[in-house]
């Protein structure tokens, strides 16, 4: 259904070439199955998942794993200035 728009969307377009108000009316048919999609939560109708879930969630393990790496990193850093720190705060003053 959605390849059957996007002809009708090419070939409208195709004809604003020779009228432009073709290209008006490429420009609604374009909108208003856009706005469908995005109302339906842009999924498709065989019920399997947007290929847009599966980026987004490829984004996110990498913004958790950078976010691990960071954490990691200067925990290790600051481990030592930490336990250098501790010491001297429990050490006699005097």
Known sequence: MFALLLIL???L???????PIW?????????????TRE????????GG????????????????DRQRRWDRRYSRQNRARRQREDRRDHEPHG
């Not at 377009?13 to 009228?19: E, K, N, P, R, S």
């Not at 290209?23 to 706005?35: E, M, S």
């Open 9 to 11: 969307v090419a070939a």
């Open 13 to 19: 377009f195709a004809l604003g070439f020779l009228h």
């Open 23 to 35: 290209w008006v009316a490429a420009a609604v048919v374009y909108g208003a199955t856009r706005h």
């Open 39 to 46: 109302r339906r939560g842009g999924r498709s109708r065989g």
């Open 49 to 64: 998942p947007d290929p847009g879930d599966y980026r987004d969630y490829r984004d996110y393990r990498e913004r958790r």
